[in-house]
């Protein structure tokens, strides 16, 4: 298995345009991850799916920052409008449902808001 | 809420010699799982070792391996025979049932030749 994919790995775009990062995950893990990583508050978790669904939310900073899954092995993180501090490394993992293996990572996307 | 504290933001450690990596986390959970995460600077999170709270057995992978104490919610990360390639992010991560993985703030590995 190729791991966990994510595109692109660096945006580069300008505050109020809208970006969209992207994920597949293992072909079997049926949970996936959306992260935002951070110096000043480290790694943050943004929103997780399981069997495509939703779980929790909670973390999206805004109502700017949306999900989805349409199907096991893909997913979509867009930030409409973006601001310049929604720079970040943003990454997506996926794990067996109970997480008790841990999650394997993507290699993360670098998004620059300027 | 449960929550992963390492105190150490930075460390440092000579080639081939050994170094400790302090975590603590709080929770009222009985069955749960740690683990240590490596991020080198490529920032690929790379899973280095896993403990199940319900072994009492520590985890050893190769020069990797971990102070697993449940009663004092302590599980640090040794490293032996430190190398260059040692140096990175190392995040400490705890889960319990359906709770997602929580990581603490990272410490920083520094490995001087």
């Known amino acids: 298995d190729a791991g966990v994919i994510q595109s692109p790995r660096h945006e580069v775009t300008e505050m109020g345009q809208e970006v969209t990062l992207r994920c597949k995950p293992i072909s079997g893990h049926n949970s996936l991850f959306w992260y935002r990583q951070t110096m000043m508050r480290g790694l943050e978790l943004l929103i997780y799916?399981?069997?495509?669904?939703?779980?929790?939310d909670s973390g999206m900073p805004e109502d700017r920052f949306s999900a989805k899954m349409p199907n096991a092995s893909f997913s979509t993180l867009k930030i409409q409008p973006s601001e310049p501090r929604d720079s970040a490394v943003y990454f997506c993992a996926s794990s067996l449902s109970w997480g008790g293996y841990g999650y394997t990572f993507g290699s993360g996307t670098r998004l620059t808001v300027v | 809420a449960q929550t992963v504290t390492q105190s150490q933001p930075e460390m440092s450690v000579q080639e081939a010699e050994t170094v400790t990596l302090s975590c603590t986390y709080d929770?009222?959970?009985?069955?749960?799982?740690l683990f240590w995460y490596k991020q080198p600077p490529s920032r690929q999170m790379i899973l280095v070792i896993r403990?199940?709270?319900?072994?009492?057995q520590n985890a050893t992978e190769n020069r990797f391996s971990v102070n697993f104490q449940k009663a004092a919610k302590s599980f640090s990360l040794k490293i032996s025979d430190s190398q260059l390639g040692d140096a990175a992010m190392y995040f400490c991560a705890y889960i319990s049932g359906n709770t997602p993985l929580v990581f603490g703030k990272g410490t920083r590995l520094s490995v001087i030749a």
């Open positions: 929770t009222s959970e009985s069955d749960y799982y």
């Open positions: 403990q199940e709270a319900y072994k009492q």
């Open positions: 799916f399981n069997n495509n669904v939703p779980i929790d």
